[in-house]
């Protein structure tokens, strides 16, 4: 006499909700018998929507979730099989997740101060996805405030030094047309790759003037000594340099008027304004003030007598 069991299936390891597309997924499941007949070693198959079977194994497995983002389901079938006298009937669990794209991150550095108009200029980008797929030969793209496309970089072969999966390259960007403060964007769409990423973007910022005109050279020396000021930082407006062994430090500007500011350690210029009109050497007259460190012992003197 043929006998039938019902038989049923269960996960006994959660999967999680929501996952990255194609990240590796394990389920571990079991195959019981309402008689308690022993079913180890039987075959349960995973089944897509389509009838597709994307995995076949026995108790824990492992296969990749679905590449494309969104809502998926599959079903756990044990098939069923017959032994002896005893028929074990089939059974079947519907399981459900959602895939997620990679998360990304995108950086813009190292720009020029300032960017001269009418030219173009070159900046860093780099982009890490969050679970580390190589990205290398991918686009990262600039925009202006309007979003029109000024400017593309290509990531490199290599990751940044010291990084496994931050890869960056090189931009080529066009240049403003006029003067001013310029609030622009990178963007990573990560549509040419395979698995689903997300887009990512970055915010920057960076003047742009005129074309220089004139050098301009700052000689600080030092008021007491006479002697050169090394590593101080020197302003004209909004741009930077710091002076040499020699005490100079040279800029290429464009005609006008200029603030200019000078501070090091232990000395401080006075603000002054100039005029560039010709190339020209200005020499600057540093007096002497505290030292960081003096500054740091007068403090903590200060504050013992205060508190006696």
């Known amino acids: 006499m043929i006998r039938t069991h019902q038989t049923h299936i269960e996960i006994t390891q959660s999967i999680p909700p929501e996952v990255e597309v194609g990240a590796s997924l394990v389920l571990k499941v079991r195959v019981a018998c309402a008689s308690g007949c022993d079913l180890r070693g039987q075959s349960v198959q995973v089944m897509a929507a389509d009838g597709a079977v994307i995995a076949s194994e026995t108790g824990e497995f492992v296969f990749a979730a679905p590449r494309k983002a ?29 895939t997620i ?46 979003e029109t496309k000024i400017g593309t970089g290509k990531l490199g072969e290599t990751p940044w030094e010291g990084t496994d999966a931050l890869y960056w390259g090189d931009a080529e960007i066009r240049a ?6 310029f609030f622009w964007t990178g963007k990573f769409s990560g549509a040419e790759l395979e698995l689903a990423h997300e887009e990512a973007s970055a915010n920057f910022s960076f003047r742009a003037d005129t074309p220089p005109e004139h050098r301009v ?92």
């Not at 740091?296 to 007598?305: L, P, T, Y």
């Open 70 to 98: 969104g809502e998926h389901g599959w079903s756990l079938v044990f098939p069923g099989h017959e032994t002896g006298n005893v028929i074990h009937e089939t059974a079947s669990l519907s399981i459900s997740l959602r």
């Open 101 to 146: 794209p990679h998360k990304t991150s995108l950086t813009v550095w190292d720009l020029p101060s300032p960017v001269v108009t009418n030219g173009s200029f070159r900046a860093k980008v780099a982009v890490k996805c969050s679970a580390r797929c190589p990205l290398a030969g991918q686009f990262v793209e600039i925009q202006d405030e309007t």
């Open 176 to 181: 403003p047309a006029t003067p001013g403060v």
């Open 217 to 308: 050279t700052i000689k600080v020396i030092a008021e007491d000594t006479r002697a050169p000021v090394e590593n101080a930082e020197v302003r004209l407006g909004f741009y930077f340099a710091l002076t040499d062994q020699a005490g100079l430090a040279a800029f290429d500007l464009p005609k006008g008027t200029h603030d200019l500011r000078i501070r090091a350690d232990g000395y401080k210029g006075p603000p002054t304004t100039i005029e560039v009109a010709e190339d020209v050497t200005i020499q600057v007259e540093a007096a002497k003030t505290l030292t960081e460190t003096e500054s740091e012992q007068r403090a903590k003197q200060i504050e013992s007598a205060s508190w006696g």
